[in-house]
T-cell receptor
């Protein structure tokens, strides 16, 4: 079975500061990894994904994440936060060999202070 | 290109009633997945439909059922509603069932059970 742990249900940063949202996963096989963002009253939008190849993945809106197999982590970063980044962020995994559904973490709400 | 749409946007039902939620997949997508997102939590996988057949199911009771139609739109039916069924129900479409394929999410239907 797969699981996802997002450390910190709420993260607050100042505008212009580094954003770091943590994600650790548990999986019996190397998973596919995703980060989604959810703005209020909206569905989820894909920020980036890792399937195979380069472990540093760049996504939309300046976000990137690095797959570290030894640490079973897929942390999301952005060098400089913008007010528009305030939202809920979800890390998710899927099993390449079995059920293709996404298993989500519980989410991290990012607050950006002016 | 039309994205994923869901109807209705909001719905209020009473305990014991039945509800049907609808989803139109993105053009060209043949796979639809349904997720339940309780308040303050990450989405949980309900089931997936691929070419009109159920292709995987999460840990939800049989009173949660679904359909996919020849045009790949889908319905989620919930019988004998319980208070805990109150949640945001998200539909996601994708092309094929590979775990690496991006799932495109609709805005969701917010169901309130009184």
């Amino acid at each position: 079975a797969q699981s996802v742990t997002q450390l910190g249900s709420h993260v607050s940063v100042s505008e212009g500061a580094l954003v770091l949202l943590r994600c650790n996963y548990s999986s019996s096989v190397p998973p596919y990894l995703f980060w989604y963002v959810q703005y209020p009253n909206q569905g989820l939008q894909l920020l980036l994904k890792y399937t195979t190849g380069a472990t540093l993945v760049k996504g939309i809106n300046g976000f990137e994440a690095e797959f570290k197999k030894s640490e079973t982590s897929f942390h999301l970063t952005k060098p400089s936060a913008h007010m528009s980044d305030a939202a809920e962020y979800f890390c998710a995994v899927s099993d390449p060999m079995g059920r293709r559904a996404l298993t989500f973490g519980s989410g991290t709400r990012l607050q950006v202070q002016p | 290109e039309t994205g994923v749409t869901q109807s209705p946007t909001h719905l209020i039902k009473t305990r014991g009633q039945q509800v049907t939620l609808r989803c139109s997949s993105q053009s060209g997508h043949n796979t639809v997945s349904w997720y339940q997102q309780a308040l303050g939590q990450g989405p949980q996988f309900i089931f997936q439909y691929y070419r009109e057949e159920e292709n995987g199911r999460g840990n939800f009771p049989p009173r949660f059922s679904g359909l996919q139609f020849p045009n790949y739109s889908s319905e989620l039916n919930v019988n004998a509603l319980e208070l805990d069924d109150s949640a945001l129900y998200l539909c996601a479409s994708s092309l094929g069932v590979s775990g690496g394929n991006e799932q495109f999410f609709g805005p969701g239907t917010r169901l309130t059970v009184l």
